[in-house]
């Protein structure tokens, strides 16, 4: 578990992260969101011990990174795939990582195969290589000490359509086989794919932390009926608002309130279920609107 308590960090009078609080738990993924300048970056840069915090504490496993015994066995961390060794190639990128943790050779050679580079490309120097081909060698040295915690900003960021498919599949596969992980991306459809948890960040403070399904829950159900006319009428007469909608009407009220209503009414239903939520672009958008840049400035 990743685990961030009343987290501070100030530069001068400017708080990058003000009190910031929530946690990544173990099998799940968290999507971690904001607009450029929100504190995501800072945010994750204390909690693998990168910048001090003023103030507060960010915990992996019950420690602080710092205070890991061998952190890259324990958590894995891609912050930015340009921060390589442009002069070595990723087989020796790999390689050093390796005997820095006290794996085996062979670890390498798995990770490179996981990740899809090839042996030409793991001859190539890091220079040479694409933004797609950085990522890759990135989260293999995240993977490479068999880690349970992954911390991943922008991962997906110079992937093509193929690659982010297999990253989805990658982090959904980790998880699913109770790993943590924490995912900053600007990929929103990507995040609402994967994430199993959003925290939502903007001007350094938390606007919204929960589950996907809790925030983008839209509280209303979409029912319909052989007699919509016969149901509209009883749900009315219950109290109940319904709107016709695409064959069927929506209702501000849970499923099991319509389903007693049509019971007591004696009609039959033949589809009942929560209306589809807010797409995480909208929810987003609104949640960040006075925090964002382009909100700002209009």
């Known amino acids: 578990m990743i685990t961030v308590d009343s987290l501070t960090r100030s530069y001068g009078a400017h708080a990058a992260v003000d009190h910031v609080s929530f946690t990544a738990e173990p099998g799940r993924v968290t999507g971690f969101l904001g607009p450029n300048g929100a504190g995501k970056s800072t945010t994750m840069r204390v909690i693998v011990g990168l910048t001090d915090p003023s103030s507060g504490t960010a915990e992996i496993l019950g420690r602080r990174f710092a205070d890991l015994p061998n952190p890259g066995r324990e958590v894995g961390v891609l912050l930015d795939a340009s921060a390589q060794h442009a002069g070595r190639t990723g087989r020796e990128v790999l390689r050093i990582n390796a005997r820095l943790m006290g794996l085996p050779a062979s670890r390498v050679d798995a990770m490179l195969d996981l990740v899809g580079l090839t042996d030409e490309e793991a001859g190539r120097r890091v220079r040479n290589y694409s933004l797609g081909m950085r990522q890759r060698l990135g989260i293999a040295s995240a993977l490479l000490g068999d880690p349970s915690v992954l911390i991943l900003d922008e991962p997906a960021n110079g992937l093509d359509p193929a690659g982010i498919r297999w990253m989805r599949d990658l982090l959904r596969g980790f998880a699913d086989d109770g790993g943590t992980v924490l995912l900053s991306s600007h990929l929103l459809n990507e995040i609402e794919v994967v994430a199993d948890d959003l925290v939502v960040i903007g001007q350094g403070r938390i606007v919204a932390a929960g589950t996907k399904q809790s925030l983008l829950a839209s509280g209303e159900t979409l029912v319909r009926a052989a007699d919509a006319t016969a149901l509209g009428e009883a749900l009315s ?20 309130r319509v389903g007693q209503v049509a019971f007591a009414a004696g009609i039959a239903v033949t589809e009942l279920r929560a209306a589809d939520g807010a797409r995480l672009e909208e929810m987003f958008l609104e949640l960040t609107a006075s925090t964002s840049r382009e909100g700002a400035a209009a």
Not at 239 to 256: E, I, Q
């Open 237 to 256: 007469a219950a109290g109940l608002t319904a709107t016709a909608t695409d064959g069927g009407l929506l209702v501000t009220a849970d499923s099991a």
